[in-house]
């Protein structure tokens, strides 16, 4: 069985600062990643997949991802948060086997300060 | 415009009182899915259709339905709802019935049973 943790419900940045959103997931075969953003009442948008090519992903709005499977971690990074990067983030896994039954962590809400 | 369609965004109900939520894509996609979205737990997927006439069970199924009469919707039934189903629903939809590809969601729809 897939499982997805990202470390930290809410997490607080100033303007300017460097946004890093963690995720570790635990998955029997080799895995697909993404991240979602949801902003606020709103749907969720694909940010940025990994599907077993290149380990740095790189996204919409600056953000990029980096798979490690050693550490089997895939955190979300962007070098300088803006104030509409304020939503909550959401990491989720599948597999070749599993197709489109994504399986999503509990969700980060990133708050950015002036 | 691309998108997918939820109806309605709001709803609050009483126990035991049938209702639907309906769901609609343009996008001739292959695969939807539904999906209940409650703090601290993410995304969890109630059931999804890899094509028309053809759905399965999700992750948490329990009093919920659904029906794929065509392909471009996919209701969510609840025939009797009870408090614990007080959540926000997301309809998501993706192209290829096996994916993993990127999922579409619509707004969500967000339902209060009391």
């Known amino acids: 069985a897939q499982s997805v943790t990202q470390l930290g419900s809410h997490v607080s940045v100033s303007e300017g600062a460097l946004v890093l959103l963690r995720c570790n997931y635990s998955?029997?075969?080799?895995?697909?990643l993404f991240w979602y953003v949801q902003y606020p009442n709103q749907g969720l948008q694909l940010l940025l997949k990994y599907t077993s090519a290149a380990t740095l992903v790189k996204g919409i709005n600056g953000f990029e991802a980096e798979f490690k499977k050693s550490e089997t971690s895939f955190h979300l990074t962007k070098p300088s948060a803006h104030m509409s990067d304020a939503a909550e983030y959401f990491c989720?896994?599948?597999?070749?086997?599993?197709?489109?039954?994504?399986?999503f962590g509990g969700g980060t809400r990133l708050m950015v300060k002036p | 415009e691309a998108q997918v369609t939820q109806n309605p965004r709001y709803l609050i109900t009483v126990t035991g009182k049938k209702l639907t939520v309906t769901c609609s894509q343009n996008m001739n996609h292959e695969y939807m899915s539904w999906y209940r979205q409650d703090p601290g737990l993410g995304l969890r997927q109630i059931y999804y259709s890899m094509n028309v006439e053809v759905t399965d069970k999700g992750d948490v199924p329990e009093g919920y339905k659904v029906s794929r009469k065509e392909k471009r919707n996919f209701p969510l039934i609840l025939e009797s709802p009870s408090p614990n189903q007080t959540s926000l629903y997301f309809c998501?939809?993706?192209?290829?019935?096996?994916?993993?590809?990127?999922?579409?969601f619509g707004e969500g729809s967000r339902l209060t049973v009391l």
């Open positions: 998955s029997s075969v080799p895995p697909y």
């Open positions: 989720a896994v599948t597999d070749t086997n599993a197709g489109n039954m994504l399986t």
């Open positions: 998501a939809s993706s192209l290829r019935a096996r994916g993993p590809g990127e999922l579409f």
